[in-house]
């Protein structure tokens, strides 16, 4: 059975500064991992997702987040955050050998402020 | 708009009571899943759809919960005898089917609060 932990359930951040969201994952097959965003009253939107090949993957707006097999960690990054990325942020894994079935964490609040 | 659409986005109703919601999934989208959100946790699996037929349901889904999808095109989703621990949003998902994980995309809930 997979699990998914994000450490953090909220992160306040200042604008312009770094931000670091983690992600751990159990499971004892290969994985697909993803990254999730929710805005305030609204649907959940994918960020960014590893399948497979390069590690590091990047979303249009500057998000990335880096496959780390060997911590069983995904870890979600941007260097330099707006006050729009104030945002609830999910991590969830997915089984390779299954039809797509999603495990969820319970997700990180990032406030931005000024 | 060509996203995943739910109906109604609210829905207020008194214990004892049965609701229904409905989901339209993007429209060449294979599969449908039905997730419950829970204040401060991520969305849980209920169950989902590859075209008519509900492949998978999980043990949260119990038998006062029924899903449907007829035709393979949009979904429904009943709760009879609501209780409390019912209140939650209710999400609707869909991707291609084309690979084993592939996107999924969300529509915008239904809020269920039970009195």
């Known amino acids: 059975a997979q699990s998914v932990t994000q450490l953090d359930s909220q992160v306040p951040v200042f604008e312009e500064a770094p931000v670091e969201l983690r992600c751990n994952y159990s499971?004892?097959?290969?994985?697909?991992l993803f990254w999730y965003v929710q805005y305030p009253n609204q649907g959940l939107q994918l960020l960014l997702k590893y399948l497979s090949g390069s590690t590091l993957v990047e979303s249009i707006n500057g998000f990335e987040a880096e496959f780390n097999k060997s911590q069983t960690s995904f870890h979600l990054r941007k260097p330099s955050v707006h006050i729009s990325d104030t945002a609830e942020y999910f991590c969830?894994?997915?089984?390779?050998?299954?039809?797509?079935?999603?495990?969820f964490g319970a997700g990180t609040q990032v406030v931005v402020t000024p | 708009d060509t996203g995943v659409s739910q109906n109604p986005r609210h829905k207020i109703t008194k214990r004892g009571q049965n609701v229904t919601f409905r989901c339209d999934p993007i429209s060449e989208h294979n599969r449908l899943y039905w997730y419950r959100q829970t204040l401060g946790q991520g969305p849980e699996f209920l169950t989902y759809f590859q075209n008519e037929a509900q492949l998978e349901k999980s043990r949260l889904l119990s038998d006062r919960f029924s899903a449907e999808r007829p035709k393979g095109s949009f979904s429904t989703l009943e709760i009879q005898r609501t209780e409390q621990g019912d209140s939650a949003m209710y999400l609707c998902?869909?991707?291609?089917?084309?690979?084993?994980?592939?996107?999924?995309?969300f529509g915008p809930g239904t809020r269920l609060t039970v009195l």
């Open positions: 499971s004892s097959v290969s994985v697909y």
């Open positions: 998902a869909s991707s291609t089917g084309l690979a084993g994980a592939d996107e999924q995309f």
């Open positions: 969830a894994v997915s089984d390779t050998d299954s039809w797509g079935k999603f495990q």
